[in-house]
Nanobody, 115 residues
Framework: VQLQAYGGGLVQPGGSLRLSCTVS????????MAWYRQAQGQQRERVAS???????NYADSVKGRFTISRDDARNMLYLEMNDLKTEDTAVYFC??????????WGQGTQVTVSS
């Protein structure tokens, strides 16, 4: 099982980025996919999640700015991030939970919002 996140980078406040995550090797059905982030010195927090039924949930801090989506045909997970703020700076991780409640993590991609 492998998850690989990419698409991070340096962006100015107010800018946009699109994160992607490739998912491979998962045999069991996927129950939920999510993006987490961890800022330096902070605990990891869930940013957004999407269920097998396409139900979505967002952290209050990103509502209206971030959009999570998935492409099951391509085994991809995305996070569209708009109106980025300096407080969005963090390492972003993709996460998958399968029907047997196994959990898998990608390696993380750095997002830095700075002028």
């Amino acid at each position: 099982v492998q998850l690989q996140a990419y698409g991070g980078g340096l962006v100015q406040p107010g800018g946009s980025l699109r994160l992607s995550c490739t998912v491979s090797g998962i045999i069991s059905d996927v129950l939920q996919m999510a993006w987490y982030r961890q800022a330096q010195g902070q605990q990891r927090e869930r940013v957004a999640s999407i269920t097998v039924y396409a139900g979505t949930n967002y952290a209050d801090s990103v509502k209206g700015r971030f959009t999570i989506s998935r492409d099951d045909a391509r085994n991809m997970l995305y996070l569209e991030m708009n109106d980025l703020k300096t407080e969005d700076t963090a390492v972003y991780f993709c996460n998958v939970v399968t029907n047997d409640f196994s959990e898998y993590w990608g390696q993380g991609t750095q997002v830095t919002v700075s002028s």
